[in-house]
């Protein structure tokens, strides 16, 4: 059986991706970090949906001291989502973005895919209803696959490891109707940037969410948020 | 003044390459990565390294569970470097290769780079009496410096990263007549991958590091070692 590294964050996305690679007939081996995250909360998710979806799981702690980020950093206040951005602030990317998050992340997924001789990393990102966060845009996961072509022992072996992206260019709409075909334990799955109880309804991963499941015409299984 | 990050391994080249870095006026800060290596005795060699020039140091904790390497697992022989390589061996990658080591070092500098302001990564790095290594080869690094152009937020500003090879076609004996023209502090570096208190003069490193100062006709200022 294939082998099959899925970065898994506990969101909706990577829940999908990670249904999608089963179905796909990989054998997945999830991976979650905790690093520093406010929204840690999310790791419990990603341990249920791993467990549901019956794939071996774990977590790994990194350290980022130097933080940048209003998801690392408690003295930054994580901005609420303006549904009507201007054109000069359409291409602007938050203060939720974590330096080199998705590219750290990638790294460690390539050394486990290596270490363990899985075939495909897959990872939810897309460039629809998102952030414009930089690591989630095609011309990343190209230049990526250049590093593992380059960088790698199996690149320079000729048994290069693939970077999969199915969700790239679809809308949050079309991945939530996607993953109720999949039965993604929606349920499950954590979006908001708070770490608290309930999803403070107001973020920019709140906002996606809302307008994904309003899109598709599902009912989302969490609560709404009232902070 | 302006910042840069140096990968801080605690042997010659890298000693060597923060010596330059702090020629060049850059303000250095040091990264160094406990990852599970045998030789972990390296980060004390860093450490002192760093405070001996006078810059910020930190180590980051890094776990890579699935090992996949000679460096990581005891069970491992370390290989003994035989310096009459055949022409089928030439190319071979060791066992001493880690899945992905300079790609996950590499992601954590970008990361720190850009919490921090940083213009540049030192790395020191190189093709010349190395280990066939593929993350020391000048191809993989230009890939890399396109993973900071799409996947960072510095890179979609236009305020790119950049990553500094000084050494990459350097050979040992010119990196040691380097590092005394710089007064790199020779005796605090460690080269050895076994872990012990003396080198153990077998390993490709031992071995690379006795050519480079007998071809730079310098002595070294480490035991010889007897295991």
């Given at each position: 059986?294939?082998?099959?590294?899925?970065?898994?964050?506990?969101?909706?996305d990577?829940?999908?991706?990670?249904?999608?690679?089963k179905?796909?007939?990989?054998?997945?081996?999830?991976l979650?970090?905790?690093?520093?995250?406010?929204?840690r909360?999310?790791l419990?998710?990603?341990?249920?949906?791993?467990?549901?979806?019956?794939?071996?799981?774990?977590?790994?702690k990194?350290?980022?001291?130097?933080?940048?980020?209003?998801?690392?950093?408690?003295?930054?206040?994580?901005?609420?989502?303006?549904?009507?951005r201007?054109p000069?602030?359409s291409?602007?990317?938050?203060?939720t973005?974590?330096?080199?998050?998705n590219?750290?992340?990638?790294?460690?997924?390539?050394?486990?895919?290596?270490?363990?001789g899985?075939?495909v990393?897959?990872?939810?990102?897309?460039t629809?209803?998102?952030?414009?966060?930089?690591?989630?845009?095609?011309?990343?996961?190209?230049?990526?696959?250049?590093?593992?072509?380059?960088?790698?022992?199996?690149?320079?072996?000729?048994?290069?490891i693939k970077?999969?992206?199915?969700?790239?260019?679809?809308?949050?709409?079309?991945?939530i109707?996607?993953?109720?075909?999949?039965?993604?334990?929606?349920?499950?799955?954590?979006?908001?940037?708070?770490g608290?109880?309930r999803?403070?309804?107001?973020?920019?991963?709140c906002?996606y969410?809302a307008?994904?499941?309003?899109?598709?015409?599902?009912k989302?299984p969490l609560?709404?948020?009232?902070?």
């Amino acid at each position: 059986m294939k082998k099959a590294i899925v970065l898994l964050s506990g969101g909706l996305d990577s829940a999908t991706t990670l249904y999608l690679a089963k179905k796909q007939g990989y054998k997945c081996f999830c991976l979650s970090f905790d690093y520093g995250q406010r929204h840690r909360r999310e790791l419990e998710s990603a341990k249920k949906i791993a467990s549901t979806a019956n794939c071996p799981y774990q977590i790994l702690k990194i350290n980022l001291p130097w933080k940048g980020s209003a998801l690392l950093d408690s003295n930054i206040v994580i901005p609420k989502h303006s549904n009507i951005r201007t054109p000069e602030h359409s291409n602007k990317i938050p203060s939720t973005y974590v330096p080199g998050r998705n590219i750290i992340f990638l790294s460690f997924a390539l050394s486990f895919a290596e270490g363990i001789g899985a075939e495909v990393i897959f990872i939810g990102a897309h460039t629809h209803d998102y952030s414009n966060y930089p690591d989630c845009r095609p011309e990343f996961y190209r230049a990526f696959s250049r590093v593992i072509t380059t960088g790698t022992k199996s690149g320079v072996e000729q048994r290069k490891i693939k970077i999969e992206t199915p969700l790239i260019k679809k809308t949050k709409a079309q991945i939530i109707e996607m993953g109720r075909t999949l039965d993604v334990p929606f349920q499950f799955t954590w979006s908001c940037y708070q770490g608290v109880n309930r999803p403070c309804g107001k973020c920019d991963s709140c906002y996606y969410r809302a307008k994904g499941f309003k899109e598709a015409g599902i009912k989302d299984p969490l609560p709404k948020g009232r902070l």
